[in-house]
């Protein structure tokens, strides 16, 4: 017997040595497998994304097949993409989905404040606030070696930084 979902009206026979007859109908109530899923990003292309699936319904135990091979209700060190799963509870029911891991590439973002330098007085400012990211900052500007968010006491030019997070992104 194999449910459908929703109820199912079943009869039986049994039939014993003696020629007696024992008959009985049987309701089996099946519920669909329902799926929520959670997923954590992949953070700059560094293959640290997740899919959990929060099972629910149908008949427990559950296994979980993803595209993988594994078969974890949680995976994780993912990159950016499509993953699909199949679930199959107790009763042999089956719900088959899609997750999707996206990858925040766009880098970090920040704010710029300058001062301008005034008739070549090298009182010049640069100050950088990163909006976004992981704490803390490490910035490499391409004229010094230094660390830190502001420059001060600049002359009039073209200034250019890297900015690194903690996730090295």
């Known amino acids: 017997i194999i449910p459908q979902?929703?109820?199912?009206?079943?009869?039986?026979?049994?039939?014993?040595?003696?020629?007696c007859i024992y008959r009985e109908d049987l309701s089996i109530t099946?519920?669909?497998?329902?799926?929520?899923?959670?997923?954590?990003?992949?953070?700059?292309?560094d293959n640290n994304g997740a899919l959990n699936l929060q099972i629910s319904g149908g008949t427990p135990d559950y296994k979980v097949l993803w595209g993988t091979g594994s078969t974890s209700a949680n995976v994780s060190y993912l990159s950016e993409g499509v993953y699909e799963y199949t679930i199959t509870d107790a009763?042999?029911?089956?719900?088959?989905?899609?997750?999707?891991?996206?990858?925040?590439?766009?880098?970090l973002s920040f704010n710029t404040e300058t001062k301008k330098d005034h008739c070549q007085q090298g009182i010049g400012e640069i100050s950088i606030t990163p909006t976004n990211g992981t704490k803390p900052f490490f910035y490499e500007w391409h004229h010094s070696n230094e660390n830190q968010s502001q420059l001060k006491?600049?002359?009039?030019?073209?200034?250019?930084?890297?900015?690194?997070?903690?996730q090295e992104c």
């Not at 006491?153 to 903690?166: A, E, F, P, R």
Request: proline share 0%; hydrophobic share 25%; with cysteine.
């Open 91 to 107: 009763l042999g029911c089956s719900k088959t989905g899609a997750a999707r891991v996206k990858n925040n590439e766009m880098g």
């Open 5 to 19: 979902e929703g109820i199912e009206n079943f009869s039986y026979e049994v039939v014993d040595n003696f020629g």
């Open 153 to 166: 006491n600049l002359s009039k030019g073209t200034y250019s930084v890297q900015i690194t997070d903690d």
């Open 30 to 45: 099946a519920k669909s497998i329902e799926v929520q899923t959670e997923s954590t990003d992949e953070y700059c292309g």
